[in-house]
């Protein structure tokens, strides 16, 4: 591992702070790390005059910055906010050599780079002013536009006018988004992530008072949604159904669903890099339908003439994750509605296939949850319930929320809970009695045992939480939820059954380990309790249908170091009545598919 050199005395950190509680202990907790590091620092509390705004505050940081750097000629500066921190210092940032070091703005990948993605290049929260002519240059040309410039504006758009007067002169390096705590999944071998980035909600609060420069319009594409406007997008769409009648909101719902809307605004990993959205569609679309050599040539294509990245590498990680269920020596192809996104896939998503392709050796084709009219098909693990039309057979699956709408002419054979069973009767479909989520039998199907554990805790996030800036402490390992294929499923639960306990906001990854006997938290994190989909219906469904008590996610902060997560954790162990059922449960569901799709097998001819 990487973890940095001895910090040379010529870097001195700085940063300031209002005396409010959120920043005098967040300029607590900062001078702590950087004490600890051996980093020279300069934290100061300045006065905040009654009335005085978030804006008129962060426009301080300039004359603050200047002057630090004008008292310091031959130290390099690294201006951090003050809620934000670092684990250690990796040398390349600290024996940069460029005139100035820095995070692209929002923390972004390198192929995004530039104004045809957002209005300003860099992202002002923590970055090197080394001790260069030119960068020092730059410093003062942002003291001038602050004190010359009239807008209410805040300091990143000084430090914007300042850039744009001196970036043709000026040297400088990126750090890479990887670098951030939370932001990346850090395996041996790799540089480890050290910036932690705060946010005290104030951006928010005072989006659109302050002044703002336009992005480029010579090289923007706005064709296309870019991740972060369609989560914006199905933000506002959740808020809008949650404030309509129900008698308004369960159609319009099942109109996004049938005409694709929701599968293109759900989260999903960023857009590749290389392949183009027609070679993704082409080689995710042939996969789906099983087209083994189809989805070779494609790639052999593709790789022939130019080299892939990480984002690539996980679309092409589904389609063969997609072939290897649709390919089995034995029987007929069982149609199965699943999620198949964010790619390389949801874990808790992907159990679907793995279960009954491992319980009955058939092959299993994946059917689109948009397809309107669609032929017989099954349906299992997930609260993909909402999308069953009256060709859907299904067996242990739920729904995410209440108010969601209900075919009652589906063949229900059983479901997760009766909270889903009561949704079921109240929308005029028959009485279902027979219950359990599919992934109680996981043990069957993957028979490993848990043996000594390692001593440690391992924390699996939902992906709707990959995002979030987590603190560790040196005891917990993180791993990622988004695996798909069988052969990464079995590592991954392998991987769990070594550790002493593990703590999800995985609803999936928990079933999994009360369905083999290792101790589980269930999570959330405090300011994205919403973030996973739902209104908390499927943690009670689940544990209602096979008979355990029932837990609901516990919200925790940003920083776990500090915090007696043992006793977040439970010991509950699904039972194998329960089990016995949901198998019965899969197996006459299967039966009741072949008997609608090949009435001849019914009637044994």
């Known amino acids: 591992m990487h973890f940095g050199a001895p910090i040379s005395p010529e870097v001195l950190f700085c940063s300031f702070h209002t005396p409010d509680d959120y920043y005098a202990q967040s300029a607590a907790t900062l001078r702590n790390s950087l004490d600890r590091l051996g980093i020279a620092h300069e934290i100061a509390e300045v006065p905040k005059a009654p009335g005085e705004e978030w804006l008129e505050i962060c426009r301080k940081k300039i004359p603050f910055l200047h002057s ?41 990948h390198p192929m995004r780079i530039g104004y045809s993605n957002t209005s300003r290049f860099w992202e002002p929260c923590f970055w090197g002013i080394n001790t260069t002519p030119a960068a020092r240059d730059y410093i003062r040309d942002a003291y001038a536009a602050c004190n010359n410039i009239s807008l209410r504006a805040t300091d990143d758009f000084f430090f914007e006018e300042a850039w744009r007067k001196n970036a043709e002169r000026l040297t400088f390096q990126m750090i890479p988004s990887s670098a951030l705590l939370g932001r990346a999944n850090f395996s041996e071998g790799e540089r480890r992530p050290f910036f932690y980035f705060g946010s005290s909600g ?22 296309r949604l870019r991740p972060e406007m369609k989560a914006m997008a199905l933000k506002a769409a959740r ?19 049938e005409i694709g809307l929701t599968e293109y605004l759900s989260p999903s990993l960023p857009a590749s890099r290389q392949l ?7 080689i995710i679309h042939d996969a789906r339908e099983g087209r083994h050599d189809a989805v070779h040539t494609r790639i052999a294509d593709i790789t022939s003439r ?6 690539d590498r ?13 390919t089995s020596p034995k029987g007929d192809a069982l149609p199965l509605l699943w999620w198949d996104k964010p790619y390389p896939g949801n874990y808790g998503d992907w159990l679907s296939p793995l279960i009954l392709q491992g319980l009955f050796d058939r092959p299993v084709r994946f059917q689109r949850p948009d397809e309107m009219n669609a032929a017989p098909h099954l349906m299992a693990v997930g609260s993909v319930g909402r999308f069953a039309q009256r060709s859907s057979v299904l067996a242990g699956t739920g729904f995410s929320r209440a108010d969601t709408s209900i075919a009652p002419n589906a063949t229900y054979i059983s479901l997760r809970g009766p909270y889903s069973a009561k949704l079921v009767a109240e929308a005029g479909g028959r009485k279902i009695d027979r219950f359990g989520d599919p992934a109680a039998i996981l043990p069957r199907l993957i028979p490993l045992k848990r043996h000594r554990t390692n001593g440690r805790l391992a924390l699996i996030r939902h992906f709707a939480h990959r995002n979030i800036s987590l603190r560790l402490p040196e005891n917990v390992d993180e791993h990622s939820v988004l695996v798909s294929r069988r052969s990464d499923i079995e590592a991954l639960i392998g991987t769990l059954l070594q550790y002493d306990a593990v703590l999800t906001s995985a609803m999936h990854i928990y079933i999994t380990c009360q369905a083999y006997g290792i101790p589980v938290a269930l999570i959330t994190f405090e300011g994205f309790e919403d973030a996973v989909s739902g209104d908390n219906l499927k943690y009670r469904d689940y544990a209602a249908g096979v008979g355990l008590p029932e837990r609901m996610p ?33 197996t006459d569901a299967v039966a009741v598919y072949d008997g609608i799709s090949n009435p001849e097998r019914k009637n044994g001819r």
């Open 314 to 326: 996980v679309v092409i990680g589904a389609a063969f994750a997609l072939l290897d269920y649709a």
């Open 68 to 108: 630090v750097c004008e008292r310091n000629p031959h130290r390099k500066i690294f201006w951090i906010d003050i809620d934000c921190d670092i684990d250690y210092l990796p040398d390349f940032v600290s024996d940069f050599s460029a005139d100035i070091i820095g995070f692209q703005r929002g923390f972004g």
């Open 554 to 586: 516990q919200s925790i902060g940003h920083d776990l170091r500090h915090r007696a997560l043992e006793y977040l954790v439970h010991e509950d162990r699904i039972p194998a009545a329960a089990m016995d059922e949901v198998e019965a449960a899969l």
């Open 239 to 257: 808020q809008v159904q949650t404030a309509l009648p129900q008698r308004v909101a369960i159609p319009l719902r099942r109109l996004s669903d």
């Open 202 to 223: 104030n951006v928010t609060a005072f989006k659109g008072l302050a002044a703002q420069h336009n992005r480029s319009s010579a090289t923007h594409n706005g064709s």
């Open 276 to 282: 183009s959205p027609r070679s993704i569609y082409n």
């Open 306 to 311: 130019r080299l892939l990245g990480n984002a």
